[in-house]
């Protein structure tokens, strides 16, 4: 497809449980992060793809959190032991990897959006 | 550290009027500065952005942003307000690493409202 592309676009989990979330960049687009959009919050940073490797995890906010990308291509957050205050809406973003200079925007999916019961 | 600050988390205006919502950055660097729109159940949508060169930036939609150095700030404007405009606005700023700007800072964000 053209755009970034997320899967599943609404998912209920009970408390407890873990989630797998997924998201296709767009191709060619090395690099890959991970939002989380919760009500009143604003857009938080989890975690930020260069190829495989994630240089900057800093904003994952506990060890139930973690991503994986493969191939250069599609990434998974998955979170264990889901909890009430993850529910949010997790975005995901894909740009062409640019050195300063060039400022390439971030091109969004239009999201997941967990529930947590 | 970068950060952008949003004032005013919701903005009503009526159909046909101007469109201003505000950002102020901090930067220790010149910095990358970018607004996006999202509506709803959607993405976010880029509008503009601004990198180096000329400071007033024009976007899609008829909105532009002026880079305002002096007072550290990268409003956004739109002369006429269209009921289609209703959407939720971010201002975001770049942080770099090393070489590379990717990772993107946002601010709370802006509810617009336009009354018909």
């Known amino acids: 497809g053209a755009g970034v592309s997320q899967s599943p676009s609404n998912k209920v989990t009970e408390k407890g449980k873990d989630v797998e979330l997924r998201c296709d960049p767009i191709?060619?687009?090395?690099?890959l992060y991970w939002y989380r959009q919760s009500l009143g919050q604003g857009l938080e940073f989890l975690i930020y793809f260069q190829g495989n490797s994630a240089p900057d995890k800093s904003g994952l906010p506990s060890d139930r959190f973690s991503a994986e990308r493969t191939g250069g291509s599609v990434s998974t957050l998955t979170i264990q032991r889901t909890q009430q205050e993850d529910s949010a809406v997790y975005l995901c973003a894909s740009s062409l990897l640019q050195v300063r200079g060039s400022g390439s925007p971030l091109h969004f999916g239009n999201g997941t959006r967990l529930t947590v019961t | 550290a970068q950060s952008v600050t949003q004032l005013g988390s919701h903005v009503s205006v009526s159909e046909g009027a101007l469109v201003l919502l505000r950002c102020n950055y901090s930067?220790?660097?010149?910095?990358?500065l970018f607004w996006y729109v999202q509506y709803p159940n959607q993405g976010l949508q880029l509008l503009l952005k601004?990198?180096?060169?000329?400071?007033l930036v024009k976007g899609i939609n008829g909105f532009e942003a002026e880079f305002k150095k002096s007072e550290t700030s990268f409003h956004l404007t739109k002369p006429s307000a269209h009921m289609s405009d209703a959407a939720e606005y971010f201002c975001a700023v770049s942080v770099g690493y090393g070489g590379a700007t990717n990772k993107l800072i946002f601010g709370t964000g802006t509810l617009l409202a336009v009354q018909p």
């Open positions: 191709s060619g687009h090395t690099a």
């Open positions: 930067s220790s660097v010149p910095p990358y």
């Open positions: 601004y990198t180096t060169g000329a400071t």
